[in-house]
């Protein structure tokens, strides 16, 4: 599924808990939150806002 | 011992990083295995252990009647000859006779190569017995260690298929694979936890210990084994704020079915097309199946994996008695080049065939939108609800109104001003809702009953359920 990074929430270096908000893609007409799995802290973003992600694209990477 | 202990699909140690922590794997006796199913001090074995390379027995589970066989690791590696597979076919025999729950503990490298063809046969007999027994009593399999060509076909014809921390499924193992393929792969990467709880849909749990397999299959059976009775007025359940303000925004179905549930059930395939939820538990008392989109998964969209997924349960729930809760929200049927060569039509068929064949009794309940083909699919009145429910405020319509206005009205739209253009949309989408659209004209069509207040969801639901018909399909339970 393809799908357009609609807004960035969480920024490189903040602390996360499992279950806190990366990033909101909206596809399908639908806003899909991609979530932590883990706690950890966000190291890297690897998206943008306005990005189009494919499924198995790297969106963040969590330290 | 003899040249047949080349046989062995595995080794007793597991691949690196998989070694469940100490005390979690039961002993290779089985003996044990099964003592440890059984409610202390019920298990009758059903026939003397005379080294044959399995052992089933009768006994309690929670109270209930229930059969177990387990493969004994101990002999040849667990594989399969001509005594072990009868003793296997007559544990069957007696579950199907006492109608009970049949549960197998397997840890098995298949067929015995020293009994040649005759255990081929041997083996093809328990795939007979099994397929037979179908849809009459529950069927689960729980996979305490590796689990090869006819030891990971036993289990894969049963309802349910429960694998532990060093179970493994395959119908070659890592040798054969290399040296036909020339794939380097280990046992767990082959047929452990990650390809089958993602990837393959075998596992509809996996567990990282024997003693959590071991208190999973208890629980299903128990649940398949006792079904009890729908209560008509259970106790309310508190739904407010499960769902999100914007209605655009997906959200977690899991806290929603936990709720309809009396306590949290048991999900079977949790992440395999997680996009639809199959979840069995208890409602007034009573089991019931969930069958739920799941917004935060591909938006709640159905494909051809999670169609499959819950064409399966629907027609497991329906061969045992088991009433059927549906709850919907889907935006429709994922498009795509990908879905439509992967056979989303073909696939996405067999759960318009479930639920049409369905007699036990279903309530379908939108909690927010039921657009298009999916809208059919999740247990519409077409199909035969039981009865169907909505949440105030929620939607069902081929599709949403701004998109339809947008194909109705395209020409229009084309020549509009693109400072009008919003406007126009927004009022040509409050036409169409108007119109054909809305929840309104769903209940005056009647494919939609009543609009419920959230808080007396578990109560309507119940309510419907223990008013309709007890019924059950009579039809064997496929692996789909």
Redesign the interface.
Known sequence: MVANVWKVVAAEGQQLEAGDTLVILESMKMEIPVLAEEAGTLSKLHVAEGDVVQEGDLIAVLG | MTATDNHRAAPATPAAGATPAAGATLPRDPVIRLEALFDTGSLELIAPDTGTGAIAAAGLIDGTGAVAFASDPRVQGGASGEAGCAAIVAAYEEAVRRGVPIIGLWHSGGARLAEGVASLHAVGTIFAAMTRASGLVPQISVVLGPAAGGAAYGPALTDIVILSGLGRIFVTGPDVVRSVTGEDVDMARLGGHEPHSRRSGVASIVTDTDTEAIAQARRLAALLGDHGKVADDPRGADFSGLLPA?P???YDMHPVIDRVLDAPGVELFPKWAPNVVTTLGRLGGGTVGVVANN??R????LDATSAEKAARFVRMCDAFGIPLVVLVDT??Y?P?VGQEWDGVVRRGAKLLHAFAECVVPRVTLVTRKAYGGAYIAMNSRSLGATRVLAWPGAEVAVM?AV?AIRILHRRTLAATEPEKLHDTETALAAEHERTVGGLQRALDLGVIDEIIDPAQTRQAIAHAIAAAPQARGAHRNIPL
């Not at chain 2, 591909?298 to 969209?301: A, D, N, P, W, Y």
Request: with cysteine.
């Open positions: 914007s655009r925004r997906a917004p935060l591909l938006g709640g969209c935006p429709g994922l795509g949403g998109a």
